[in-house]
């Protein structure tokens, strides 16, 4: 039987962890700023602290309620598996790039967040 730990390893081994990384990053840099600009916001993180992972500012605030709520629309409706946080009274949802990611999730990411954030401003 296959050690699951070293199939993990042989397959980032194959795909290079420098180009994997490169990959990542440039996927998600590209995708924040798609879901940024539909929701006319910014992801504001300075490149250095970026990684594969970026922040988007929501519009308005969230409540943990509704956060959960446009979380749980996301996945249900759009089969987008999104997170959102609040740091500093402000809610950001969080994307990331990876090696099974694609454009098109963060173009329909961009496409549902806005209507699901306003018809779950009418819900709280």
Known sequence: MLD???AALDFWSSVGWD???ARQR???DAGAAVVAAA???????RDEFRAA???IGLP?????ATAHIVEAALARDHRVEAVITNLHETSWVRVSGQVYNTAGDY???ATALPDVLEAA????
């Open 4 to 6: 699951p730990d070293i």
């Open 53 to 55: 992972m970026r922040v």
């Open 107 to 109: 173009e329909r990411l």
């Open 121 to 124: 401003s009418g819900v709280s």
């Open 39 to 45: 929701l006319g916001t910014a992801a504001p993180v």
């Open 60 to 64: 308005d605030p969230l409540d943990f």
């Open 19 to 21: 180009s994997a990384r």
């Open 26 to 28: 440039s996927l998600v």
